[in-house]
């Protein structure tokens, strides 16, 4: 009867076991993960997707943050892009025309934007400020891309 006992406590625990695993397989991982905050105007990406970018080089990935910050540590594959001129640094964005200059004027290549995390601010202000670029080069039509 104890033996019995003891093989319905092992099977059930087996049975646990194999579902947990199961569970954990089906969940996404940490790599897989974006924040989803709510009335974004750029996609987010994973941290899987932008090791797949940075090693399959398709697109140009910049650090946000001032030059002192990305000294300290950046992405390795990153670049950093110079501060908008006359913009306090409580405001800090970088210069929309120094990410023309690091893509060579082509404004359909893919960027990646990253800085300190959803409570820093500095690549969301760049990517509106792409954003509006981006705009108006297309209000202007197509010689204006050139």
């Known amino acids: 009867m104890i033996s ?3 093989n319905h406590v092992l099977e059930a625990l087996l049975l646990i076991l194999m579902a947990a695993s199961a569970a954990h397989a089906q969940a996404p991982g940490i790599d897989q993960a974006t924040l989803e905050e709510p ?3 750029m996609r ?3 941290t899987a997707e932008l090791k797949r970018t940075l090693a399959n080089k398709t697109a140009v990935v910049l ?25 306090a640094i409580s405001m800090y964005v970088s210069d929309v025309k120094e990410v023309e200059r690091l893509v ?5 290549k ?23 670029c981006r705009a108006a080069y297309a ?8």
Not at 110 to 132: A, W
């Open 4 to 6: 019995v006992q003891r």
């Open 39 to 41: 009335n974004q105007k």
């Open 44 to 46: 987010e990406v994973s």
């Open 63 to 87: 650090d946000a943050r001032p030059y002192r910050e990305f000294a300290m540590s950046h992405v390795a594959g990153a670049q950093n892009v110079a501060p908008k001129p006359g913009i």
């Open 104 to 108: 060579d004027g082509d404004k359909s």
């Open 110 to 132: 893919p960027l990646i934007l990253y800085c300190n995390g959803p409570f820093c601010g500095k690549s969301k202000r760049l990517s509106e400020e792409l954003l509006v």
């Open 139 to 146: 209000s202007l039509g197509p010689q204006a891309t050139n």
